[in-house]
């Protein structure tokens, strides 16, 4: 068998010319000291008899060192995923009772197939209840097909564990609003009416789920659950591809401004293409200015079928309710070169653009990446991008600059820029004039010598790059011989119209 040696920690992937996992579990029975992250990858047989085998060495302790189990993709029958939650819950409870469950034990399990299905998944879960989850701190039921039952023996599980500070439930469709509901309300009669249900959790992962504005009313009571001096840590929240709409929107300002004096409760929130809409942007604009989301350092809000109209209100609120806010993703909304303006001019500009600091003391400061692709900037927009003081990364893909608009650009991409160090101009359809025009200027440092260029990745894939545009790389690359410059294959003359015909 093949065995991956990383410095720290040991992994056997279960690879070899056989498809037997025979050798890697004796490894584990032997209590290998470096066989530390256990993946058995698809192509291996791991069935009722070799999980048996695991079971048994988790179980009676024969195994020490093991703390990750990586088994994705293998269909187990629930009477096998019940002994093994066993053996996880027997573990546990030797450890605890030695004191060494802090620094011991199996703490992240990826298992199980997209068959697994509620039994599958109820079985493990009964097997897992008398220890609360065992010592599980990561879990992973990603694409599990899960439904209400399922979901329901999770929340029950685990609500008062401990350890568990992450949980993937995504791709699991069959969980919907009512699911959801379900698990929330499990979660509470496992804690009791005092208790703080999943008080360790860190990142909770429920994209593609089906969850509408009924679920998101359930998830929120659940993860204020006295979140505002109960829980310890901001959660990373994931809620993507899920119909939440504006309606749902009314709970999520309860989450993202639950305490005026600690701030949001998330540290990360992700809603690409959840249907929000400029009303729910106003919602969620509207609750950060009442109270603002401390703490709150990434927010997706990408695909969502935000308007100018949800742009122009959402940048009165990023200048002041986001004060940690360091990345945010509007990509796919057709915000169009005022919406893009809008919420650019909520943020500082660049110390060269002779701007009042008077002014400045006003605006946001902590945003660090901006994701405008396919927004509609058109030149207007990216202009006023360019012209930001805080951004270390841009992203203006696909927003039709097209030659002219790159021709305009350049100017402010003279001697490279003092705060952006990731730019991405790809996708904007402009000729290779154009785009030599925009190289000979970033390579132009006469004029720049009041800041030190901070670009060290620029993106220029999908406009046009001939031999020309080479030469003009290889005269930038002198100057800047740090800077990578993503392109498309050169095409020589000649070959453009070949590729036509």
């Not at 698809?42 to 009722?48: L, V």
């Not at 220890?131 to 209400?148: E, F, T, V």
């Not at 841009?394 to 650009?409: C, H, V």
Request: with cysteine; proline share 3%; charged share 20%.
């Amino acid at each position: 068998y093949d065995i991956k040696e990383l410095r720290s920690p040991i992994m056997a992937w279960g690879q070899g010319g056989f498809k037997s996992c025979d050798a890697l579990l004796k490894r584990v029975e032997q209590n290998d000291v470096k066989l530390v992250e256990l993946v058995i990858l698809p192509m291996k047989t791991f069935g009722a008899a070799e999980i048996q085998r695991l079971s048994n060495s988790i179980a009676s302790g024969v195994n020490t060192n093991l703390k990750t189990i990586s088994a994705s993709g293998h269909h187990l029958p629930p009477e096998s995923l019940k002994m093994f939650g066993q053996a996880l819950s027997a573990q546990a409870q030797k450890l605890n009772s030695d004191n060494t469950a802090s620094s011991n034990g199996i703490t992240h399990i990826s298992i199980g197939s997209k068959y697994m299905g509620d039994e599958g998944v109820v079985a493990l879960c009964e097997g897992l209840a008398p220890s609360d989850g065992a010592l599980l701190q990561s879990l992973d039921l990603g694409w599990k097909n899960i439904g209400r039952e399922g979901i329901r023996a999770i929340g029950s599980t685990f609500a008062n564990s401990k350890f568990l500070s992450s949980l993937d439930l995504s791709r699991n469709n069959n969980i919907g609003s009512d699911g959801i509901t379900d698990f929330c309300n499990a979660a509470e009669e496992a804690t009791g009416s005092s208790g703080i249900a999943f008080p360790s959790m860190e990142h909770l992962t429920l994209s593609e789920c089906n969850i509408g504005p009924m679920g998101m009313n359930s998830l929120a009571r659940i993860i204020i659950s006295d979140g505002s001096s109960g829980r310890s840590k901001r959660i990373r929240l994931s809620l993507a591809s899920n119909p939440i709409t504006s309606e749902g929107c009314q709970s999520l300002s309860t989450i993202i401004s639950a305490n005026p004096t600690n701030g949001s409760l998330l540290s990360v929130l992700e809603l690409s293409q959840c249907s929000l809409g400029d009303n729910g942007i106003k919602l969620l604009s509207s609750a950060a200015l009442s109270s603002p989301c401390t703490g709150l350092a990434v927010l997706d809000l990408s695909e969502n079928s935000i308007t100018e109209e949800g742009a122009n209100t959402f940048s009165v609120s990023l200048a002041e309710a986001w004060p940690d806010l360091n990345e945010l993703k509007l990509a796919k909304n057709n915000l169009r070169e005022d919406g893009v303006v809008s919420v650019i001019s909520a943020l500082v500009h660049r110390n060269d653009a002779g701007i009042d600091s008077s002014i400045e003391s006003n605006k946001n400061s902590s945003l660090t990446s901006l994701d405008l692709t396919d927004t509609s900037c058109r030149v207007k927009g990216a202009k006023a991008a360019l012209m930001t003081g805080s951004l270390t990364t841009l992203r203006l893909f696909n927003n039709k600059l097209g030659s002219d608009g790159f021709r305009e650009i350049a100017p402010l991409l003279e001697g490279g820029h003092p705060s952006i160090v990731n730019l991405d101009l790809g996708g904007n359809s402009a000729d290779e004039d154009s785009v030599i025009i925009l190289l000979n200027s970033v390579a132009n440092t006469s004029q720049a010598s009041n800041f030190l260029s901070k670009l060290l990745l620029l993106e220029i894939g999908g406009n046009k790059f001939g031999e020309k545009a080479m030469e003009a790389l290889e005269n930038l690359k002198k100057v800047w011989p740090k800077l990578d410059v993503a392109h498309d294959k050169p095409v020589q003359e000649g070959e453009e119209e070949e590729a036509k015909d």
